[in-house]
Nanobody, 123 residues
Framework: QVQLVESGGGLVQAGGSLRLSCAASGRISSYSMGWFRQAPGKDSECVAA????????YYADSVKGRFTISRDNAKNTVYLQMNSLKPEDTAVYYC?????????????????WGQGTQVTVSS
């Protein structure tokens, strides 16, 4: 079992940046990783995902060109760099691990989840 702890969330003005980190308790090199978000009253959405070695990524259309997912397998950590933030990016952000060979946007493909970190973007 892998335990995940997200950090880096907070309050930022529109146009600002945040970098989220997700530290795993074990080795993540055997897993693809994803970042999801859920805003109040909305369904969970995969915003980005990355393959085991980082060679392949997925981004939701809503964040393409603004968010970048990366990973450091030596540190068992995944990152989400978020630039040009908008008020509609406000949500709880979760990282998750998946046994999928390719980065997946499907919620059910993920096996372990972190507790989430709040991101609030003010206008």
């Amino acid at each position: 079992q892998v335990q995940l702890v997200e950090s880096g969330g907070g309050l930022v003005q529109a146009g600002g940046s945040l970098r989220l980190s997700c530290a795993a308790s074990g080795r993540i090199s055997s897993y693809s990783m994803g970042w999801f978000r859920q805003a109040p009253g909305k369904d969970s959405e995969c915003v980005a995902a990355i393959s085991r070695r980082g060679s392949s990524t997925y981004y939701a259309d809503s964040v393409k060109g603004r968010f970048t997912i990366s990973r450091d397998n030596a540190k068992n950590t995944v990152y989400l760099q978020m630039n040009s933030l908008k008020p509609e990016d406000t949500a709880v952000y979760y990282c998750a691990v998946s046994s999928s060979f390719t980065p997946s946007r499907v919620y059910d493909d993920y096996d372990y989840w972190g507790q989430g970190t709040q991101v609030t973007v003010s206008s």
